[in-house]
């Protein structure tokens, strides 16, 4: 099984927008409505920020949200914020009861 | 509140086994899953595998499956990961996972991680 593909890094200025991408196949992402999200911070274990795509666990802010076209997931941060400065993996159910992640992408507050 | 404890570093040698355990508290343990994680140095997530609490189902990661074993003690509420013959690229980090119970098998509440070592 192999790794989603996510960009290396995205960058935004605070109270801006981005979008993280995440391709995957048929198999994974494009079969199936249960992707989802983790945030994680240097030396940190991970947070889960979105499920089922586009669902977001309480306490998570609504600033975060998800979508998905196709073979390609994405979660958008909306008025950027410096705390959201971490790492952003996207994880997809794929067959059979296993889940792969994606490669991960470096979100960078300017 | 929710919390996992995981045990603490290990070095081991290529070959060798080791056992990392993840003690949960705050919620009923077997109304939920564990998530197992792991993270090399500097590497992206990879998933391992999930195992019931309730029933002790298990679900691994195909390239892991010969030699992981998840099993959990519903009497102490700890889940453990065993993984054999270790190699030099299963230094990572490990780390286990609560999943979201009915509503699905996501990791919403995270263990502080296990560092093990593979070194000769």
């Known amino acids: 099984q192999s790794a989603l593909t996510q960009p290396r890094s995205v960058s935004g200025s605070p109270r801006q927008s981005v979008t993280i991408s995440c391709t995957g196949t048929s198999s994974d992402v494009g079969g199936y409505n249960y992707v989802s999200w983790y945030q994680q911070h240097p030396g940190k274990a991970p947070k889960l920020m979105i499920f089922?795509?586009?669902k977001r666990p309480s306490g998570v802010p609504d600033r975060f949200s998800g979508s998905k076209s196709g073979n390609t997931a994405s979660l958008t941060i909306s008025g950027l914020q410096a705390e959201d400065e971490a790492d952003y993996y996207c994880c997809s159910y794929a067959g059979s009861y296993t889940y792969v992640f994606g490669t991960g992408t470096k979100v960078t507050v300017l | 509140q929710v919390q996992l404890v995981q045990s603490g570093a290990e070095v081991k040698k290529p070959g060798a086994s080791v056992r990392v355990s993840c003690k949960a508290s705050g919620y009923t343990f077997i109304s939920y899953g564990i998530t197992w994680v792991r993270q090399a140095p500097g590497q992206g997530l990879e998933w391992m595998g999930w195992i019931s609490a309730n029933n002790g189902n298990t679900d691994y990661a195909k390239k892991l499956q010969d030699r992981v074993t998840m099993t959990t003690d519903t009497s102490t509420s700890t889940a453990y990961m065993e993984l054999r013959s270790l190699r030099f690229d299963d230094t990572a980090m490990y780390y286990c996972?609560?999943?979201?119970?009915?509503?699905?098998?996501?990791?919403?509440?995270w263990g502080q991680g296990t560092l093990v070592t593979v070194s000769s």
């Open positions: 996972a609560r999943d979201l119970g009915r509503a699905g098998r996501d990791a919403q509440y």
């Open positions: 089922d795509v586009s």
